[in-house]
């Protein structure tokens, strides 16, 4: 191989992993169906355990660690085992076999809400049924078919972990974590110290918010194959993206407070609200307590990867009695504006501290460590942290339960695949078709979320098809001994395995068509009709899968995009304007924090599909991102806020809080009016940004004068600074983009 090719190859495949790859499934399946047919003495068995390897390698997506592999085929292999014995007795009859294939195109492909490893098994899964309902009807061969899948899967096991395992170089996400962690408990460090004028500020506060600035970033998900991404419904995905989220809001926070006390070089994130006032100090001793929030996210970070000792499990709660007793404590400032503008600081130095028991809490979940209780504090109506305490099927439970309907594009999805699949086998079995199973396997190879992606894989797949048809019927026309095709299937099969992935479907299909002809042209005659075959089920198996992008949303996650973000917009909205209706005492929990966050898991589902489609015009010029920031900034700081704080005061009279309440209701407006015109296709007029009221060091004075305590004065300055953020993002929603904005945030 010329050093170009070397070159490109290393470009292409960094440390050669997929090739690395392609070599082990070659080695298992060359030794699986030799072993299966010259040592056992059984083609089926031998059939049944090289279409094992052929669905990890070309249909499933694994982990990236070789441990994280082995563990999810060893989970997966009970499930295997039920679908073969599930399609071995379906077969009897064509229409038991496509009820099947409905019931579990459905299931196997919905399961995939839970999370990314459970979607990335779905597909390989589906090869189990599919081959073991065609016929022949041949009950007596179950116990072969299920060692040809147990045996081959036990034996890639192995070879994930001693045949040359790949070495990890991602970066993982609790690794992530950490490092974003010690960079924002570093900035705190340092605006603690600032604070308390113990160093000249210097370029330093404005270096370290950089670098903290760039670990945050780190966090989204886009950097990280599919399968490593923390989206799954179980405890520790959960806590790592709270974890995420809380770096984020400490870190936003602490910009504020750097800006707001005018520390040299500091920037402030887009929106954030000026204090009243001149810039100022916060209280003396909140310095101290914003080192020791820095302290605690910083051992939570080396609970993250596992580095000296974890943080204890009372470390959490101790601190937020302590961030609750600063609040409740006399107040020592006067209602003038000096002492207005220092509440307002003290307000954002609570808010940076807030995160850090959220961020212990969740680093302890992430280590798999017992948890401390947060919600034991008077008059917490919410309880933090719920999911630690509830079964993980609990969990997985719930995630269905949302997106059990049409509007979600995993049912949607889901429903595609069964719908399609189902089809395919209605065809092959009326039309009799050799090979019938092969139109199942193209169809579930091409089908894709949306119609033009669809579309576009039908070209690649039937001339990859052509060309691996006609490599095949030469190979055929001069291959006159067996030898010829053993010595070509290992070639074919590190071709299939390697070259798809790298060189694109095309090329794919190409070399599977001559594998598949290799493989059968040895367990049954070697003819023309095996190459004839595999193009006429391929064209069938790729015009269903059209037919069922056209017909079943043909506009995929794009189409549901639009519909999706607008309603979480909308509902978000809704619950924003109950939160501070809630915590004022004006209005009960109507339940639409809970609606939002139903809303939240659909539209964010439909983003990260629409990210994997082709972009659709339908969807340009509008900053969708924006919209999931500002529903997430809605939906969590809402929750965050009812979280943690005791019921209403009854000092909130309508004099101090009916002005909040009117600009709550009328940013909940604007946002509706946003909402609907993205739901109707367009922006048809720019809504106004509702003004924030001017009177609040009035109503602080009015407040603080009639005995006001100190810990109402920082809710109501806390509630409206959120309020004013809200109405920034909503400013940016309205900016017209180029094209449509595709990146998911943290949430």
Do not use: K
Not at 51 to 66: I, K, Q, R, S
Not at 180 to 185: D, K, N, S
């Amino acid at each position: 191989m010329s050093g170009r090719a070397v070159a490109w190859l290393g470009r292409r495949d960094p440390g050669y992993r997929t090739i690395r790859r392609a070599v082990r499934l070659t080695l298992i399946g060359v030794f699986v169906f030799y072993g299966g047919i010259y040592l056992v003495g059984s083609i089926t068995m031998a059939l049944y355990a090289v279409f094992t390897v052929f669905a990890v390698g070309v249909l499933a997506h694994l982990p990236v660690t070789p441990w994280e592999r082995a563990r999810v085929l060893l989970a997966a292999l009970p499930v295997a085992w039920v679908l073969v014995v599930f399609g071995t007795v379906l077969a009897a009859h064509i229409w038991a076999a496509v009820a099947g294939m409905l019931v579990v195109g459905f299931g196997v492909t919905f399961l995939g809400v839970g999370g990314p490893r459970l979607a990335g098994v779905a597909a390989g899964l589906q090869l189990f049924y599919i081959l073991s309902s065609f016929g022949p009807y041949a009950p007596d061969t179950l116990g072969e078919r299920l060692g040809g899948v147990t045996a081959s899967t036990l034996l890639l096991v192995l070879a994930e972990l001693v045949l040359w395992p790949d070495r990890v170089t991602l970066v993982r996400y609790p690794q992530r974590l950490a490092s974003a962690a010690h960079a924002v408990a570093s900035f705190l460090d340092v605006l603690a110290d600032v604070l308390s004028d113990r160093v000249d500020p210097g370029p330093e506060p404005a270096r370290r918010q950089a670098l903290a600035g760039q670990a945050v970033n780190r966090l989204t998900f886009e950097e990280l194959p599919a399968t490593e991404r923390p989206t799954s419904a179980c405890r520790r995905d959960r806590a790592m993206r709270d974890a995420a989220v809380a770096l984020r809001e400490a870190l936003d926070f602490a910009e504020r407070l750097a800006v707001d006390t005018a520390v040299p070089g500091a920037s402030a994130p887009t929106g954030s609200p000026p204090p009243p006032g001149v810039p100022g100090t916060p209280d003396s001793d909140l310095d101290r307590l914003l080192r020791r929030g820095a302290d605690q996210i910083r051992a939570a970070g080396r609970t993250f990867v596992g580095e000296g000792e974890p943080i204890g499990a009372g470390e959490p709660l101790r601190l937020h009695r302590t961030i609750e007793e600063i609040r409740a404590r006399p107040r020592g400032e006067s209602a003038q504006e000096p002492g207005l503008s220092r509440l307002w600081l003290d307000a954002i130095v609570l808010r940076v501290v807030e995160q850090a028991p959220i961020l212990a809490t969740a680093a302890r979940i992430t280590a798999r460590l017992p948890v401390g209780d947060l919600t034991r504090l008077p008059g917490q109506p919410h309880r933090p942290f719920e999911y630690a305490h509830r079964p993980v099927i609990a969990l997985y439970w719930e995630r269905l339960r949302v997106h059990l309907t049409p509007r979600s594009v995993h049912f949607q999805g889901a429903a595609r695949i069964a719908l399609a699949l189902s089809a395919a086998r209605v065809v092959a079995g009326y039309l009799n078709l050799q090979h019938g199973f092969w139109v199942l396997l193209a169809t579930l190879t091409l089908l894709r979320t949306s119609a033009a992606d669809t579309r576009t894989t039908l070209g690649p797949a039937v001339i990859g098809t052509v060309c691996g048809a006609a490599a095949g019927a030469g190979l055929l026309l001069v291959a006159d001994r067996p030898e010829v095709y053993r010595g070509v299937l290992p070639v074919a099969m590190v071709l299939a395995f390697a070259v798809g992935p790298l060189l694109g479907l095309a090329w794919g299909q190409g070399f599977v068509t001559l594998l598949l002809t290799t493989l059968f042209a040895q367990i049954g005659p070697a003819s023309l009709q095996i190459v004839q075959a595999r193009f006429l089920d391929v064209v069938v198996g790729a015009v269903v899968g059209v037919l069922a992008g056209l017909l079943l949303w043909p506009r995929g996650g794009g189409g549901e995009l639009r519909r999706s973000l607008s309603h979480y917009l909308d509902s978000a909205a809704a619950s924003s304007e109950e939160t501070v209706e809630v915590l004022t005492g004006r209005q009960p929990d109507r339940g639409e924090l809970g609606r939002a966050q139903r809303a939240m898991v659909l539209a964010e589902a439909s983003m990260i599909q629409y990210q994997a489609e082709r972009p659709a015009r339908r969807n340009e010029g509008v900053d969708w991102s924006a919209v999931l920031i500002a529903g997430h900034e809605m939906v969590r700081g809402g929750q965050a806020r009812r979280d943690y704080r005791p019921p209403p005061y009854p000092e909130l009279t309508d004099e101090v809080a009916g002005p909040l309440d009117d600009f709550a209701h009328r940013v909940r407006r604007a946002y509706g009016d946003v909402a609907d015109q993205l739901r109707r296709g367009g922006r048809a007029y720019e809504v106004a940004t509702p003004p924030a009221p001017d009177d609040l060091p009035a109503r602080l004075r009015t407040l603080l004068g009639a005995g006001g305590t100190r810990a109402e004065a920082l809710d109501l300055v806390d509630l409206e600074m959120w309020l004013i953020c809200l109405t920034a993002h909503l400013d940016r929603i309205q900016t017209e983009v180029d094209g449509a904005s595709r990146q998911l945030p943290l949430r």
